[in-house]
């Protein structure tokens, strides 16, 4: 099935100091596309960037990214003007599971908190309660909070510098869930290693399912390069740890088989 196409950016609307969520016009991804799933995107680079999808309109035939700028790719792609064409591939990797008699809670941290986005949309589609947890460095950096609001039951925000919602990071917000909360919860996250890492091992702990997507460096997003190799626990098959690529594979495991 062909997955790259050559379409044009729509709009290009800044929504932080260094963050732009960018609407692309694509009918075959924005009706392929499911939430934790991402898409390969030229710059003026020779290797396309990955980025999670951030939402889709099948009726507009329209998808959407949020990229922070971080360096020459992310840089030309926050740049660009309407009009501008991109050869972008997609959509790629697994996505989250969803399971309608659980309630999903998202927990997101950086630019990981853009492919939550779509899952929270996805789960209020399908009738699934759900509560957004979101971690930032102060209230500064807080970014599409109402975005959110409008996709999931409750939204709250953990600050390290404690100016908004709950001072600490995102696992202070897992440990003031309420028992009933909790009960009959998956948690989806991504975000930093480190914080998917204490979110698995909280999640761990506390006996919930928990999905995490991660963030490999990547270059053709298909299988072919390896260069985004994994190991993941293989007990079940006799082996200590098989190798899986992240954009094929994943890059949405179960955090239960990820080795950190
Ligand atoms: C599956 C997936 C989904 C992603 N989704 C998003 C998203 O929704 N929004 C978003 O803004 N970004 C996302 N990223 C990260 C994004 O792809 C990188 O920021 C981008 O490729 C950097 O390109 P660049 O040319 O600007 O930076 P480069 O010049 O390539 O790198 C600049 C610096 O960032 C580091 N870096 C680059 N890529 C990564 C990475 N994947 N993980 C850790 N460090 C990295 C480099 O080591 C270097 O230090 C995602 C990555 C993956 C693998
Ligand atoms: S990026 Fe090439 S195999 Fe995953």
């Not at 399971?99 to 630019?111: L, P, S, V, Y």
């Not at 996805?122 to 957004?132: C, F, M, N």
């Not at 202070?172 to 998956?186: F, P, R, V, Y």
């Not at 006799?238 to 954009?247: A, I, L, Q, S, T």
Request: aromatic fraction near 8%.
């Amino acid at each position: 099935m062909k997955k790259e196409y050559r379409i044009p950016l729509l709009s290009n609307v800044a929504v932080g100091s260094a963050t732009h969520v960018l609407t692309f016009r694509s009918k075959e991804i924005a009706a392929a596309a499911n939430p934790g799933q991402f898409v390969n995107v030229s710059s003026d680079l020779f290797l396309k960037r990955p980025f999670g999808v951030l939402d889709t309109d099948p009726e507009a035939g329209t998808f959407s990214i949020g990229v922070r700028r971080i360096g020459a790719g992310t840089g030309y792609i926050c740049d660009a003007v309407p009009g501008t064409f991109f050869e972008v591939l997609g959509p790629l990797g697994n996505g989250f599971v969803f399971d309608q008699t659980k309630r999903i809670i998202a927990i997101g941290g950086g630019t990981g908190i853009f492919p939550l986005r779509f899952a929270l949309k996805r789960a209020r589609e399908l009738g699934i309660p759900s509560l957004s947890l979101n971690g930032f460095r102060s209230k500064s950096d807080i970014i599409l909070l109402s975005s959110f609001e409008e996709v999931a039951d409750q939204v709250r925000i953990s600050t390290d510098a404690g100016d908004f919602g709950t001072k600490g990071n995102v696992v202070n917000l897992l440990s003031e869930l309420t028992k009933e909360e909790m009960k009959d919860a998956i948690l989806m996250t991504v975000g930093p290693e480190i914080m998917m890492k204490n979110v698995a091992k909280w999640a761990d702990g506390a006996g919930l399912f928990c999905q995490v997507s991660l963030e490999k460096r990547m270059a053709c997003g298909i299988g072919a390069c390896l260069v985004c190799v994994c190991k993941v626990k293989a007990e079940a098959e006799g082996e200590p740890f098989r190798h899986v690529r992240c954009c094929k594979e994943g890059p949405v495991f179960a955090a239960s088989e990820v080795i950190w």
